[in-house]
């Protein structure tokens, strides 16, 4: 019973955050509820039995992720300017077409997704995840870490100062 | 113990709003937050699958998520950083170039 009180408040709250992520027009508001619904998430996955990787969403994500977004939100002074209205029916289409899209998914969910209560016991402990990341997966592990490696070269390269053409003044 | 349809049907509201945010919005970052979000709730189909099969397939491919996206964040934010630089604005309606 406490756990269906947990999933709905945290649903709630995960949902709620959302919105304001989308709907708000400070993209720093927008940010920090992220941060929320990424908590909210973490949550989601302890009551999946995934304590690993609740701990990792909060490290990674809320840790790092968001950080980085907030960093460049706050680097490049965006919460003083001013987002241009999107046309209203740019607007009304993508409600519209969201809303459908949701709403056909959750019914098809309703339809063919309604599964049996699991009958096999789930491990998702640190343990259980290091050994099947280096055993089975160990050669997409080692990608994983080329990848990192090409994405800060690539940041690093693309954010540099422009060699030619007009260098932004830096505002006092 | 919750049934997993319910996880599912989470997950497909916050791909839902993810989906409005990139349709309705302009600011390039808010954009990208919510193809933040978009990947969070594919990692909690991913998780609830996990669970009901008893399988750590599913655990594995969200740890990979999560390096991919943060790779993806590193890159995205150094291309708005650059666009920022030269454009002086990361409203994605003024980037229609691939050169400028």
């Known amino acids: ?172 | 113990m919750i049934p997993t349809h319910w996880f599912l049907i989470l997950s497909a509201v916050l791909f839902s709003i993810g989906v409005m945010g990139v349709l309705t919005r302009k600011n390039g970052i808010t954009i990208f937050m919510s193809i933040e979000l978009m990947v969070n709730a594919v990692n909690l189909t991913f998780l609830a699958y996990a669970k009901q099969f008893g399988q750590t397939h599913g655990l594995i491919f969200v740890f990979f998520i999560m390096a991919i996206a943060a790779a993806e964040a590193a890159i995205g934010l150094a291309i708005f950083i650059s666009l920022f630089h030269h454009r002086d604005t990361i409203d994605v309606d003024e980037a229609n170039l691939m050169h400028w």
């Open chain 1, 1 to 172: 019973m406490d756990q269906f009180i947990i999933f709905f408040f945290f649903a709630a709250v995960a949902i709620i955050f959302a919105l304001v992520v989308v709907l708000h027009r400070n993209p720093v508001v927008g940010a920090l509820s992220l941060v929320a619904c990424f908590f909210a998430l973490a949550v989601m996955y302890v009551l999946l039995e995934a304590p690993f990787l609740a701990a990792l969403q909060i490290i990674i994500y809320a840790g790092a992720i968001m950080v980085l977004f907030l960093f460049v939100i706050m680097l490049l002074n965006l919460q003083h300017v001013a987002e241009p209205a999107t046309r209203p029916i740019q607007q009304f289409a993508g409600y519209t077409a969201s809303a459908a899209f949701g709403i056909g998914m959750i019914y098809f969910l309703l339809k063919y997704a309604v599964l049996a209560e699991p009958t096999v016991p789930f491990h998702a402990d640190a343990r259980a995840v290091g050994m099947a990341m280096f055993q089975a997966y160990v050669f997409p592990f080692e990608m994983v870490s080329i990848l990192l490696l090409a994405a800060i070269v690539g940041a690093l390269f693309l954010s540099g100062r422009p060699a030619h053409g007009k260098a932004r003044e830096v505002q006092p």
